[in-house]
């Protein structure tokens, strides 16, 4: 019965043995079937032909597709020929994934970068200098070892600003890894256990490539939380708990710019691409800050009102009030004459440094006027009625300032709520 098998079938099924039987076996129990498995080899047999002759140009660019990552061509950075000039395995990388992956700094000024290489030696991801807008190290919030997040980020690809139409397709990432500080008998003497060699070995690196750039920490010149860490006596701590819609996350306030950070999406606002910065339901305990971009807005919410002082300093040191200080940061920034100065003499930013009250400090003062008038209101006759019924009085106005901070939380999760929903 066997050479009465169709050869299409020992064709199609000639890689594996065992299902080839067991075609042969279901025909040979029922002979009408002979046909459906003659056209399904058939079918086989020429979707085999196809992949086969298919053009090698084409069949590289699929590859290169797959293995390439952030918009980088196959070769060069992804080459294992373009050795590293430093190497740092085992290093745990939360973007563009979660996964522990070696860190190599390629020093090569056409085709150097950073890139995350697995276990089997093939380059997952990486960046080019060239391609290179910013590269934070920040302090790892409310860890109890000191962790610092180094950020690299893409051009085009800070998650503010729009994506121009050529990248669309394959929209460039941000790579994140997290250093952990030394400790104990880890310390190496002489040596700094913290991220400044690392930060140093990749500014050699933007030099050599002949870029601008440099590794940006946060300053406490720049900015600083009012509010102390509990684990670290005396230490500043650089960032701002707040959330995004539902997210939760942390603003840091840098020389260069603001950064959101740091789940995905990861933001960053240089000063060129803000509109303007303001402030927004503001409570006795919290506040929401919006930032004004060119093409849209950005609301960051539930932040301490402890930070406001820190961040509105900071606000108007940089003239972000200002929304016609965006023009003339932008022509700053690619070059161009920013727009004429003012007839007396001033720009924007002057403009801004006159202003007596900024919008939070008159929110804080409406606020301020408002409790000022509740006070005003207040009837302490009813302190003179009886002893119970003051009880029940007393109760009801601390249930009523409970209800207030309740109230505030409500008033915020609210609105989330409504962001979600659109």
Not at 18 to 27: D, G, P, Q, W
Request: glycine share 10%.
């Amino acid at each position: 019965m066997a050479g009465a098998h169709p050869h299409e079938i020992d064709s199609a099924f000639a890689g594996n043995h065992e299902l080839r039987k067991r075609v042969h076996a279901a025909i040979d129990q029922n002979p009408t079937q002979t046909t459906l498995f003659r056209d399904i080899s058939t079918y086989i047999l020429n979707q085999t032909s196809q992949t086969s002759t298919e053009p090698e140009s084409k069949k590289r660019k699929l590859d290169d597709s797959n293995g390439a990552q952030n918009g980088a061509p196959g070769g060069g950075l992804f080459s294992a020929e373009n050795k590293a000039w430093r190497s740092y395995p085992g290093v745990s990388f939360s973007l563009p994934q979660r996964k522990k992956f070696t860190l190599e700094l390629v020093l090569n000024k056409k085709e150097g970068g950073i890139r995350g290489v697995g276990a089997d030696g093939k380059v997952e991801f990486g960046i080019a200098w060239k391609d290179v807008d910013q590269i934070f190290c920040i302090p790892v919030p409310e860890k109890a070892k000191r962790q610092h997040n180094f950020v690299v980020l893409p051009l085009h690809g800070d998650g503010v600003n729009p994506v121009p139409d050529h990248l669309k397709s394959s929209p460039p990432e941000p790579i994140v890894w997290t250093f952990e500080e030394l400790t104990g008998k880890n310390i190496v003497e002489g040596e700094d256990p913290g991220p400044g060699p690392i930060a140093e070995a990749v500014h050699h690196c933007l030099i050599q490539a002949g870029t601008k750039k440099n590794v940006v920490f946060p300053d406490a010149e720049d900015f600083k939380s009012a509010i102390p860490q509990s684990h670290r006596k005396g230490e500043p701590a650089f960032h701002v708990k707040g959330h995004r819609g539902s997210k939760e996350g942390y603003l840091f306030f840098t020389r260069v710019g603001i950064v959101w950070g740091f789940k995905k999406p990861l933001a960053f606002f240089d000063f060129g691409s803000i509109n303007s910065v303001s402030y927004t339901a503001v409570l006795r305990n919290t506040f929401n800050l919006v930032i004004t971009t060119p093409t849209q807005e950005f609301e960051f919410g539930m932040l301490d009102q402890a930070d406001f002082a820190g961040i509105n300093d900071y606000v108007q040191q940089h003239g972000l009030q200002d929304a016609s200080m965006a023009a003339a940061r932008r022509a700053k920034k690619l070059n161009v004459n920013p727009p004429a100065e003012n007839e007396n003499g001033t720009n924007g930013a002057g403009a801004a440094e006159e202003d007596d009250e900024t919008e939070l400090q008159k929110a804080e003062r409406l606020l301020q006027e408002e409790e000022e008038e509740d006070e005003e209101d207040y009837d302490p006759g009813s302190e003179g009625e009886s002893e119970g019924s003051g009880s029940d009085d007393d109760s009801e106005d601390e249930e009523g300032g409970g209800g207030y901070e309740e109230g505030e939380t409500e008033v915020y999760e609210g609105g989330e709520g409504e962001d979600m929903e659109e």
